[in-house]
């Protein structure tokens, strides 16, 4: 998973790391101040009571309160003024730095006046060893100021560094001020000092990469959830525009669509023409196959539908060749300069007449199946469309015998391209061989383009890779 937060989320993101920030910074103020108000008190109370109070005893209690006091106000200050007003985290954050460099350089600057117990040291060495103990009591105060920071404050690692900078040069005047020692070793103890900064720095780093990575997975797995929704719906009024099956009358059809994806680029159309002394007409049937899948070929789909919607309100009766030299020019003029075409398959069928008329743009072959068993193919008669002109283009519409008991079947790619596990593909002589061979039920209501499918998918190894659409119109016999 990527690590950088996408801009999508970016709003969500900082909005999420503000609320935290400012959760976690009153908790900090509330421990931290309350631990220093309990120790000073427990200090306090430890001298007074103490039978043996001394000068230095004394001069730890005010030291102890020249550290914890300014604190307890600071924290508790800090606490109030971010409780009653909201912040933005840059605010919040100018805030915690400047009260950990406070209350680190308190702490920094108060250790050279402490008094300190040194035993089991050479008395020569008392005061050198003395001056080393306050050093690096000093030190020790930038780093539990830092690390105490940077355990509540959910900043990066690069903010946990900035409020260190300054108490590490507080801290370094202080080594210096302080004698004995030598400059050698002073200078290498403020060279190695930096090294206290790397605990907490290594916690914020761990903990905010944690916050992030958590939170663009919970983004992610939300957005899918919108996602999915939006696609049942999207699924829901892309099959609306699909016909009904038309199960009575002189000429009847059936359908079986499935998409590689929840919505895809195979679409199925029909209408039916007013008859003459109020028999049945003519029966018109679209098969379109747009190039691409998913969503922008559902989309392309949307945009046929509305064209073939006003061809067939205007003219009933218009016949397949015109269907197609109009989808040419649609899609030549308003998808094509995007690389976007489609295959065409334009039948009307007249029962009246016993007659088939058809025009194929680029699609697959259909085929016709007649009674006794016969195949014939309805083979391409022009090119894809949206690739010439409508001064170029030709239909090149055709004819067959439609008898009692004929059945045309007509499919998208996806059914002919379907793999077997050696890679071989069905393809047309494949389908060819299914519809010859195939014994569908009777019973079924879409028993050719039902056994055919089942056929294909015994045939596929694995997902499909294509929408497919199998298509049967048929006159029964009776």
Request: glycine share 8%.
């Amino acid at each position: 998973m990527s690590r950088t937060v996408t801009m999508d989320f970016r709003e969500e993101y900082e909005a999420e790391r503000t609320r935290w920030l400012r959760k976690r910074f009153l908790w900090y103020c509330a421990v931290l101040g309350s631990l220093q108000a309990l120790g000073l008190t427990i200090a306090t109370f430890a001298t007074v009571l103490s039978e043996s109070q001394s000068a230095d005893s004394g001069r730890n209690l005010a030291l102890n309160a020249a550290n914890g006091v300014p604190q307890v106000i600071l924290l508790a200050g800090a606490y109030f003024f971010v409780l009653r007003r909201p912040m933005r985290r840059e605010t919040l954050l100018r805030l915690v730095f400047w009260l950990t460099v406070i209350i680190g350089s308190i702490g920094v600057l108060t250790t050279p006046f402490q008094s300190v117990t040194v035993t089991d040291v050479p008395s020569q060495r008392v005061e050198e060893w003395l001056h080393w103990v306050r050093r690096f009591q000093a030190l020790g105060s930038v780093f539990f100021t830092h690390f105490v920071a940077s355990l509540f404050i959910p900043w990066t690692w690069r903010e946990a560094i900035r409020p260190l900078i300054p108490l590490l040069l507080v801290c370094a005047v202080t080594a210096l001020a302080i004698q004995g020692g030598g400059w050698a070793g002073r200078i290498l103890f403020i060279l190695l000092s930096p090294l206290v900064g790397v605990p907490g720095a290594l916690v914020s780093w761990w903990r905010h990469s944690r916050f992030r990575d958590r939170f663009h997975l919970r983004m992610l797995r939300a957005r899918h959830g919108e996602m999915q929704r939006e696609m049942v719906d999207a699924r829901r009024m892309h099959e609306a525009l699909f016909p009904q099956p038309l199960r009575e009358g002189p000429i009847r059809f059936h359908y079986c669509y499935q998409p590689m994806r929840a919505i895809g680029g195979d679409y199925l159309y029909a209408a039916a023409s007013p008859g003459e002394n109020g028999r049945p007409g003519a029966l018109s049937v679209v098969v379109l196959d747009v190039t691409g899948h998913g969503v922008a070929a559902a989309l392309t789909v949307n945009r046929l539908y509305g064209e073939l919607e006003r061809l067939f309100a205007e003219r009933p009766d218009i016949s397949p060749g015109e269907v197609l030299a109009a989808l040419n020019r649609y899609v030549h003029l308003t998808l094509s300069k995007h690389s976007v075409y489609a295959t065409a398959l334009v039948m009307r069928f007249d029962a009246a007449r016993d007659l088939v008329e058809w025009a194929n743009a680029g699609h697959p072959p259909a085929f016709r199946r007649d009674a006794g068993g016969r195949i014939e193919r309805l083979e391409s008669t022009s090119p894809l469309l949206g690739v010439v002109g409508d001064d170029v283009f030709d239909p090149g519409e055709q004819h067959l015998r439609l008898g009692p008991g004929d059945t045309v079947i007509a499919y998208t790619d996806g059914a002919m391209d379907a793999a077997a596990q050696d890679g071989s593909r069905l393809r047309i002589d494949g389908l060819q061989r299914i519809i010859a061979t195939a014994s569908p039920d009777a019973d079924d209501r879409g028993r050719w383009a039902s056994a055919i499918l089942r056929a294909i998918d015994h045939h596929r190894f694995g997902a499909a890779t294509d929408d497919t659409l199998i298509v049967e119109v048929y006159r029964p016999i009776s």
